[in-house]
């Protein structure tokens, strides 16, 4: 899987691909049917159609490039992987591979795929597909974004085809959690693209205006029409691989149709109005607000629980900053000492923003590994409880001083410092607010600053210009290596000190060595501990503070069985191909 963290703001995410790996080891053999994947639990109804929306029209149809939201929802529904992560379990399932087998030094993936099976336009499908692909992907004259993934300290993938319907994967050295690679990256059609790609380039290929029979995929749909501005079709896929327990072939909705809606108010109104049949990415607000709404049809509501976002205050401990104002050199440090971010934390009801910002939709958090990450979250850390008296015990063993309803250092001046915060993010500007009135029982001055989005980012990104900030991140994968950019103290989203050439303290260090070290160990329980130290080090130290992570919250029609929000991509359209329509 491609591992991604984002800022998560309104109608902007914008996504850092992670340059790491990952492999998981394991000496058995995982096997199912070598030809249709039955789903053995699913009984539904053939027929009828799927009204959803996206909220921009996707900038491509080629699997290879698409890194925006709607781009990658109309892929994922047209393409299949070769092993999938169960969104539901996070466990790794047969796919278009029916079974695979690690080698003893975890060093080579021998993956058998089913056979009999055909992309959508009639073709068979063989190793040849899986190794084509795999050159695409891994070379650089395409520049594939996925290439970075495939580089195990440089050094690339080597995949080799050893029989009609075997593949054979080597890697550099073992790595962990290697099989969840393999979910995400669409297997190609060797026999539409590799004559195109002698003469094109790879952007040229599967553009919105390509005829929809030029396009086949492995996935449940296959795309039928594209109307700009308006919507895009998908029609199912006759060729697909999946049946249910009757032997009867998936998917069971016949055609999918795609709206272009710019935003949630438009989509909750359409909604309401019986033209849309689900609602994913939802707000506590608007979710809260359906019931309100006259609906055509029954609906019913859906709440995944904590997904892996979460909310956070960020301290610029930038050390790399340019002419900085007295004032802001003065505030960076007091966030440079460990007692003053911790008493920070002890001030901050974090129940009071589950329930107020999110009206119970959202769960207090100690550390960035939220539930939804269930193997990795370490149960020793619980959620810092406001601790008034104790954050002033810490703040005065450092030095500052409470007269009267006002906090100073010892220097004699009056701790107050800014939050910024997105003015287009309710939530975020919520908690701001919250957070000034926490701190003001410390007597700190807190200010909270909205500013429009492209300036927040700017200060964040590049001028630093900023005291705090409140803002959201969000993982790619519920396994650790999908944590590698934040916690890597030269990683792109190492936010609170960025730019840094070597860690900057010892227990940056220490983190940068166990998040190295548990890339290549092979026993589940050893990864584990080295990933709850990481986490126990975050908790001591506290270079940000996380806050809550909130629920994921979607809608959809009561007759229709099947959706289900989930933490991974494409979310609650992962299981499109068991969607049915209930008579």
Not at 394 to 401: E, R, W
């Amino acid at each position: 899987m491609k591992a991604l963290f984002v800022f998560d703001l309104p109608s902007r995410r914008i996504a850092v691909p992670l340059l790491c790996a990952a492999f998981a080891l394991s000496t058995s053999v995982h096997s199912a049917s070598s030809q249709a994947l039955r789903v053995v639990s699913l009984h539904g109804n053939p027929g009828g159609s799927l009204h959803a929306s996206l909220r921009s029209e996707p900038r491509t149809l080629n699997p290879v490039l698409a890194a925006d939201i709607a781009s990658r929802t109309v892929t994922a529904a047209l393409n299949a992987d070769l092993l999938h992560i169960n969104r539901a379990t996070d466990q790794v399932e047969p796919a278009l591979a029916s079974s695979f087998q690690v080698s003893r030094n975890g060093e080579s993936y021998t993956l058998r795929l089913r056979q009999d099976v055909h992309f959508s336009d009639g073709s068979p499908f063989t190793a040849d597909d899986v190794v084509f692909s795999f050159n695409v992907y891994l070379d650089p004259r395409f520049n594939a974004p996925q290439r970075d993934l495939l580089l195990i300290d440089g050094q690339p993938i080597r995949v080799t085809r050893i029989g009609p319907y075997s593949v054979r994967f080597d890697l550099p050295h073992p790595y962990a959690a290697a099989a969840r690679l393999f979910d995400g990256l669409a297997i190609l059609p060797r026999h539409l693209l590799e004559p195109q790609l002698h003469s094109r380039t790879l952007a040229d290929l599967w553009t919105l205006a390509t005829p929809p029979a030029q396009i086949a995929g492995l996935g449940p749909y296959r795309l039928k029409s594209y109307t700009p501005g308006q919507s895009l079709i998908l029609e199912r896929n006759p060729y697909y691989w999946k049946q249910d327990a009757a032997g009867h072939s998936l998917p069971y909705i016949d055609q999918i149709d795609f709206s272009f809606v710019s935003n949630q108010d438009a989509e909750s109104l359409r909604f309401a109005a019986g033209q849309l049949d689900l609602l994913a990415r939802l707000t506590a607000d608007s979710w809260a607000s359906l019931k309100a709404l006259s609906t055509a049809q029954p609906i019913r509501e859906l709440d995944g629980g904590p997904g892996l976002e979460f909310d956070l205050l960020l301290f610029n401990l930038n050390a790399a900053v340019a002419a900085r104002p007295p004032q802001a050199a003065l505030t960076q440090q007091w966030f440079q000492m460990q007692p003053f971010r911790q008493a920070l934390s002890l001030a901050v009801h974090r129940d009071a923003i589950v329930h107020l910002v999110y009206q119970d939709r959202a769960v207090a958090l100690a550390t960035p590994v939220t539930p939804a990450s269930r193997l990795w979250a370490n149960p020793a850390l619980h959620p810092a409880m406001p601790d008034i008296p104790q954050a002033l015990h810490l703040l005065s063993g450092a030095g500052f001083a409470l007269r009267g309803n006002a906090l100073y250092d010892r220097q004699g001046n009056r701790v107050h410092f800014t939050i910024l915060a997105s003015s287009s993010n309710r939530a975020q500007s919520g908690i701001a607010s919250l957070l000034a009135h926490d701190f003001a029982a410390l007597g700190i001055d807190a200010q909270v600053v909205p500013l429009e989005f492209r300036s927040f980012l700017q200060r964040i990104t590049q001028s630093h210009d900023f005291d705090t900030a409140v803002m959201a991140l969000s993982a790619g994968d519920t396994d650790p290596n999908g944590n590698m950019s934040l916690w890597l103290s030269n990683g792109n989203l190492h936010l609170w000190n960025q730019g840094e050439a070597q860690p900057a303290t010892a227990w940056e260090a220490e983190i940068d060595r166990l998040m190295n070290q548990q890339l290549s160990v092979t026993n589940l329980q050893q990864r584990r501990a080295l990933y709850d130290r990481v986490q126990s080090i975050y908790a001591d130290e506290l270079p940000f503070l996380s806050l809550v992570s909130p629920h994921m919250l979607a809608a959809a029609r009561a007759s229709l069985a099947g959706p289900t929000p989930t933490p991974l991509d494409p979310g609650m359209l992962d299981n499109l191909a068991t969607f049915y329509w209930q008579r």
